[in-house]
């Protein structure tokens, strides 16, 4: 079978699963079911992404310059398998999680001149707006943790139909973007097109962002942009950019001590100023524009690594939230430091992030898989389809209304995630060893 053919028919495989799953009807009654059939697209996803990154044709083939791929790509397979992907899951209703319903009551105070900061969503003086929406959304105790970029987009959304099938669809031109800057920074590089694939056919960014519609498509999106214009030398743009990621969800944040280091300085100047303008409409809160991301990051937690550890070795919640909020800053810092490039420097950042966060829901990997065309990883990819896994207790919760959690959940997650990458190290170095041997030999050979 050639590559192309391969690569179809892989594609509809994980095309069959993830259309399959709109079926099941309420996810966190079926989520056995759910993480079957995600391992079955998962699976796919995991053979076409090797698939993509092997060198196509002979090795003189592939020596081409920088800005041309290996060889004409399928691109319009890779594309159309992820419209359809898509598509299958936007009339689905978003039963995994209730973040989406957050959104669009955050948007529909935003819409009609509301500050959302300044109350939380059950608070008595938002009265005219408690209808079922106010049912369906979670902590309506707390005032948003969104930035002001995410919420000014929860507006526009709200603005067009506050509903969750219309967020859905918004996502699709964002993405759109998101996938041409891919584009643009693979050719720069002289890799294959293809490569889009270990984005747009993750199944995990697939079902978080157009089955329960996470806006962490949109932190992926405006990252890439940022970085794929600090590329082309377009500083003002990629300072906007930067900052919109920022605005969205603040882990972009991280990439600030790289920008110094590489007198980014125009970038972040421009990010600054368009960051300020951003929380202009919504100044009045004053000190509440923080309330709400206070109390996620003081409470907050499910299916971290190392703060669970930390805790049950006796450290208290908020010791071991300072041990790992100063651990991943000198992280970022070493990482900052050693990175050759912004692509590779967001590459370690986010895995950093997420081993020191107390808080890893699945949906927060889709800023990392956003990266994976560029810098594939063996770890990271098998840890993608592995946080699925954390779904598992929602059945008993809904049974119950107490999460309990095996603790083997988290063994395999993260266990797996060190031992695939452990693995792909070593068969690495091996080969390097091989390779260097193989050269020494040629080289010393009698002619």
């Known amino acids: 079978m050639s590559r192309h053919g391969l ?4 594609g509809l495989l994980l095309l069959a699963a993830i259309a399959a799953i709109p079926a099941l009807g309420d996810l966190r009654v079926r989520t056995g079911a759910l993480l079957a059939l995600w391992a079955v697209a998962h699976g796919a996803y995991l ?7 092997l060198p196509a044709g002979p090795p003189s083939a592939t020596a081409l310059p920088a800005g041309a791929s290996p060889r004409p790509a399928p691109l319009w397979i890779v594309v159309g398998v992820a419209i359809l992907a898509r598509l299958v899951l936007i009339p689905a209703g978003p039963t995994l999680s209730e973040d989406l319903y957050r959104y669009l009551w955050d948007g529909r105070l935003v819409a009609q001149g509301v500050n959302p900061y300044l109350h939380a969503p059950d608070d008595p003086s938002l009265a005219p707006f408690h209808d079922q929406l106010l049912d369906r959304i979670n902590h309506r105790d707390v005032p948003t943790i969104y930035p002001p970029a995410a919420e000014l987009f929860f507006g526009a959304v709200a603005r067009i139909g506050p509903s969750p099938r219309v967020f859905k669809l918004a996502m699709l031109p964002l993405e759109a973007a998101l996938w041409i800057a891919l584009l643009f920074l693979l050719r720069r590089r002289g890799l294959a097109d293809e490569r ?8 995990l960014v697939v079902i978080e962002s157009y089955g329960s519609g996470h806006v962490d498509l949109m932190v992926a999106t405006f990252l890439v942009l940022a970085l794929a214009m600090s590329e082309a ?14 605005l969205t969800k603040y882990t972009p944040l991280l990439l600030v001590p790289y920008l110094v280091r590489k007198r980014a300085l125009a970038l972040l100047g421009v990010a600054v100023a368009v960051s300020a303008l951003f929380y202009l409409p919504f100044g009045d809160a004053g000190a509440s524009l923080w309330k709400g991301l206070g109390t996620y990051a003081a409470h907050w937690e499910f299916n971290g690594s190392l703060y669970p550890l930390l805790r049950a070795a006796g450290a208290t919640v908020k010791s071991s939230r300072l041990l790992l ?3 991943l800053a000198v992280a970022a810092l070493w990482i900052s430091l050693r990175a050759r490039s912004a692509t590779g420097a967001a590459l370690g950042l ?6 020191a966060s107390p808080t890893v829901y699945p949906w927060y990997l ?3 898989a956003a990266l994976l065309p560029l810098h594939p990883n063996a770890g990271l990819l098998a840890f993608s389809g592995l946080a699925a896994l954390s779904y598992l207790p929602l059945p008993a919760y809904l049974a119950t209304g107490a999460w309990t959690e095996p603790a083997w959940i988290r063994w395999v997650e993260y266990g797996g995630l060190a031992v695939v990458a452990a693995a792909a190290a070593w068969i690495g170095r091996r080969r390097e060893a091989q390779a260097r041997r193989a050269a020494w030999a040629s080289e010393t050979k009698p002619t």
């Open 366 to 368: 889709v800023p990392l």
């Open 47 to 53: 053979v076409a992404a090797r698939v993509a990154t």
């Open 196 to 203: 889009l694939l270990l984005f747009a056919w993750n199944p």
């Open 325 to 327: 909020a100063a651990a």
């Open 233 to 246: 030398r377009r500083a003002a743009s990629a300072g906007v950019a930067f900052a919109v990621a920022i």
């Open 350 to 355: 986010y895995p950093a992030y997420l081993l």
């Open 7 to 10: 690569l179809l028919l892989l």
